[in-house]
T-cell receptor, first 112, second 114 residues
Framework: GIQVEQSPPDLILQEGANSTLRCNFS?????LQWFHQNPWGQLINLFY???GTKQNGRLSATTVATERYSLLYISSSQTTDSGVYFC??????????????FGKGTKLSVIP | DAGVTQSPTHLIKTRGQQVTLRCSPI?????VSWYQQVLGQGPQFIFQ???????GRGNFPDRFSARQFPNYSSELNVNALLLGDSALYLC?????????????FGNGTRLTVT
């Protein structure tokens, strides 16, 4: 199956700092998503980005499918950015099923 | 438009009992998937349904079952609960069953088995 590796596993930032989260994957995919899971467990869509670059406010993401990696950039971090960031890829797993495979996540803590 | 809705939000059960979790997809979405997330890990795939048919099943025992109704809502059933079934259960919907369709998650049902 698809292997998804995220780095770093943990990250502590001072409020206002910038950061880059990385996601490496093992196989070609046609769906890559970044999620933010807040401390209450809500899994929030950040980006659907199988290739290219997208920006949404202070967040942006880039996926280089040919080199099998994706990057999530967070600029001017705020305490509300704290939580776990997941990269997930949807690939064909047989018998008509397209399941989402998650990495282990990057736990981000933004301190005031 | 309403997002994916799940009920109940929290549930406490005893070992050996049975539980039913419910999910309503985003309007117009025909594919529903279920995921289990234990503490400290990423969500793990349990089931995918599309147009009321099971399209895929993850590595979970037969105690786990699901179904999708004509209105595309879904139920996840877990029989003979074990302590290890304690987790956050997430439901996701997508427009299509194909890989190029993003998933949207509900807020989850937190199940505690004592």
């Amino acid at each position: 199956g698809i292997q998804v590796e995220q780095s770093p596993p943990d990250l502590i930032l001072q409020e206002g700092a910038n950061s880059t989260l990385r996601c490496n994957f093992s196989d070609s995919v046609n769906n890559l998503q970044w999620f933010h899971q807040n401390p209450w467990g809500q899994l929030i869509n950040l980006f659907y980005i199988p290739s290219g670059t997208k920006q949404n406010g202070r967040l942006s993401a880039t996926t280089v499918a040919t080199e099998r990696y994706s990057l999530l950039y967070i600029s001017s971090s705020q305490t509300t950015d704290s939580g776990v960031y997941f990269c997930a890829l949807r690939g064909y797993s047989g018998a008509g099923s397209y399941q989402l495979t998650f990495g282990k996540g990057t736990k981000l803590s933004v301190i005031p | 438009d309403a997002g994916v809705t799940q009920s109940p939000t929290h549930l406490i059960k005893t070992r050996g009992q049975q539980v039913t979790l419910r999910c309503s997809p985003i309007s117009g979405h025909k594919s529903v998937s279920w995921y289990q997330q234990v503490l400290g890990q990423g969500p793990q795939f349990i089931f995918q349904y599309y147009e009321k048919e099971e399209r895929g099943r993850g590595n979970f025992p037969d105690r786990f079952s699901a179904r999708q109704f004509p209105n595309y809502s879904s139920e996840l059933n877990v029989n003979a609960l074990l302590l290890g079934d304690s987790a956050l259960y997430l439901c996701a919907s997508s427009l299509r069953d194909r890989g190029n369709s993003p998933l949207h998650f509900g807020n989850g049902t937190r199940l505690t088995v004592t």
